[in-house]
């Protein structure tokens, strides 16, 4: 049988596809292991599993590293089963044991306690946010798991990041590790550099078996939407642009905002001493130096939030720069 030269030619594209959006994925989420010192030897993290694309992708992740990481840890998967109508409850234990990983179904009926709570029409979702919250330091304690996992990706930091800007007048986000609100648990987010779509292309090329997440019935949150709707029109106009917002929450400069608690204005005085690098506050902003990261394609790091990096991170690194998957 004759092969037809431009479906071969298009096969290859898309395996050479797949296979570099595997290795960015990988590499970008060992980086922000890294550079935040997220996991350590011995650790035992509960990755939080959903049934959503981004959670899937991460335990996927977490997995490959783990097999390949010079240090070790353990890795449990954990899925708050929270009632809601519809929810196929077969779908994760099916999955999760098909690809071997130890795991934990939670069953807690908090979709009936928020119904009962939340008059008809009010959002849900932060009374349900709480309580799930509180359950799975629970269960974490009882795992005896140090680590918990979250599947939040940089598209997450980047609206939280405006939604506290635009309606909290506040420059925060969501970390990509903190210590949970109890003290006892350290929460980390190993996707914190990954953005939305390669998570959508992953999800697809994996056919992870999704559990759709409008089964609460839960309305829209509006503001959320809206930020999202600005960030993908940025990204449509210049993906360097959001890029570069991204890069700018970890090279803050507190000398050049307004925080008081942050830099002490009160106190400042000149030195005497000339620094060249020093404020130069009469010019003009020029950004000569504007130098946007690299394209998405680039096999080069698009983030490098490290500035040192400890004996750790090199031996992470050796896993970074993964050749053949
Ligand atoms: S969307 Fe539904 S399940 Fe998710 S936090 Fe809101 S109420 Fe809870």
Redesign the pocket.
């Known amino acids: 049988m004759q092969t037809n030269p431009l479906l071969s030619a298009a096969n290859e594209k898309l395996r050479q596809d797949n296979n570099k959006l595997t290795k960015r994925i990988i590499r970008e989420t060992a980086n922000a292991i890294v550079d935040y010192n997220m996991i350590e030897d011995g650790d035992k993290v509960m990755v939080c599993l959903s049934g959503g694309k981004d959670s899937y992708g991460m335990l996927d992740v977490l997995m490959t590293l783990q097999k390949r990481a010079p240090i070790k840890f353990e890795l449990v998967a954990v899925n708050l089963d929270?009632k809601?109508p519809g929810f196929p409850e077969e779908v994760l234990p099916n999955y999760l044991t098909s690809i071997g990983i130890p795991f934990h179904i939670e069953n807690q009926d908090t979709y009936s306690i928020?119904k009962r709570l939340i008059p008809e029409g009010k959002t849900?979702?932060s009374l349900?946010?709480r309580l799930?919250r509180g359950i799975l330091y629970r269960v974490a304690d009882e795992l005896g798991c140090n680590k918990i996992a979250l599947g939040h990706h940089r598209d997450d930091i980047l609206a939280t990041f405006f939604l506290n800007l635009f309606y909290a007048a506040k420059l925060k986000t969501m970390p990509p590790k903190l210590v949970s609100d109890d003290g006892k648990h350290t929460v980390i987010r190993p996707l914190a550099y990954v953005p939305e779509k390669d998570l959508m292309a992953y999800a697809e090329l994996k056919q992870f078996p999704i559990i759709p997440?409008?089964?609460?019935g839960?309305q829209e949150n509006l503001k959320r939407k809206e930020v999202a709707n600005m960030l993908r029109a940025w990204e449509k106009e210049s993906p360097k642009k959001v890029w570069n917002i991204y890069k700018s929450l970890s090279a803050i400069s507190p000398s050049h905002l307004m925080d008081r608690n942050l830099f002490d204005f009160v106190n400042l005085r000149p030195t005497g001493v000339a620094d060249e690098d020093g404020d130069k506050a009469f010019d003009a902003d020029t950004f000569a130096d504007y130098s946007p990261i690299e394209e998405e394609d680039s096999d080069e790091d698009r983030i490098d939030a490290t500035t040192s990096q400890s004996d750790t991170s090199h031996k992470f690194q050796k896993i970074i720069n993964i050749q053949k998957l």
């Open positions: 929270q809601q928020v849900t979702c349900c946010s799930r997440c409008n089964l609460c839960s």
